[in-house]
């Protein structure tokens, strides 16, 4: 079992995380799970620099990692 | 990559993972951008990985995505298109073998096999960021590695 936490660089519609989960769960390890986080801190920005949120992105690592992921994948960097 | 002075467990970037990649699977590489706005950030993202000298160039498509994503500038098919007219030029006048769209949501806006088929049609390799950061991840996991604590201190 492995655990991967997604950090999207903005605010995402419920849809698209369900989407981005679709679409990675397609070549996922059997038992590998994933959750996307997004960093809700300012406007979204596609594929934005998230160290242009550091302050954010940080606190939210540590939230997951508390939370028991084994991974986390920050999108835009 | 802040996030890395303050957990222990690997944080991955998607853009150097994919970059790193890319050094494997050929000489030249060229990226084809989603928003000419954002260009300097993914440069950055390049050099930082130390990934520039095998650019060939960063081309943008012509119609940008942006936020909010009301109205999307592409179908499905168009966009497909679109990459196929830009990573030509990259493939022929410029020799890259390996082309990187730099959008980790691309498949949420083509059809399934997209990349297969760009790489079949063009005789390139098209890499899927989302899927290389992602098994970049499930891999450090699997070997039990992480970042250098001596590079990144918990702060």
Redesign the interface.
């Known amino acids: 079992m ?1 655990k ?1 936490a ?2 999207a660089p ?1 605010a995402l519609p419920e849809e ?1 995380k369900t ?2 989960k679709a ?2 769960l397609t ?3 059997p038992g ?1 799970t ?1 959750e996307v986080f997004a960093v809700e801190e300012g ?9 242009l949120k ?1 302050p954010s ?3 939210l ?2 939230k ?2 508390n939370q028991g ?9 | ?3 890395r ?12 993972a994919t970059y790193h990649l890319v050094y494997q699977l050929g000489g030249k590489y060229a990226v084809i951008s ?2 000419e706005k ?1 260009n300097p ?2 440069l ?2 390049i050099k930082l990985a130390d990934c520039e000298s095998r650019l060939t160039s960063m081309r943008p498509l012509k119609r940008p ?4 994503m009301d109205s999307l500038p592409y179908t499905p098919e168009e966009l497909e298109e679109e990459i196929a007219e830009i990573a030509a030029k990259q493939i022929e006048e410029e020799g890259a073998q390996i082309i990187v769209v ?4 691309l ?2 806006f083509v059809k399934p096999g997209a990349l297969e088929r760009l790489s079949s049609r063009l005789n390139a390799v098209f890499v899927d960021s ?2 290389i ?3 970049t ?2 891999m ?3 070997l039990k590695l992480s970042h250098s604590e001596r590079e990144y201190p918990l702060l």
């Open positions: 492995m991967i997604v950090i903005g698209a989407a981005m679409d990675m070549y996922a390890e590998t994933l406007k979204i920005a596609v594929a934005a620099d998230l160290d550091a992105t940080v606190a690592a540590q997951i990692e992921f084994d991974a986390i994948i920050l999108d835009g960097t | 990559m802040a996030a002075s303050a957990v222990r467990i690997p944080v991955v970037g998607a853009a150097s989603v928003n954002i950030t993914f950055r993202a995505f942006s936020v909010p730099a959008f980790t949501l498949n949420l989302q899927a950061a992602f098994k991840a499930e450090l996991v699997r």
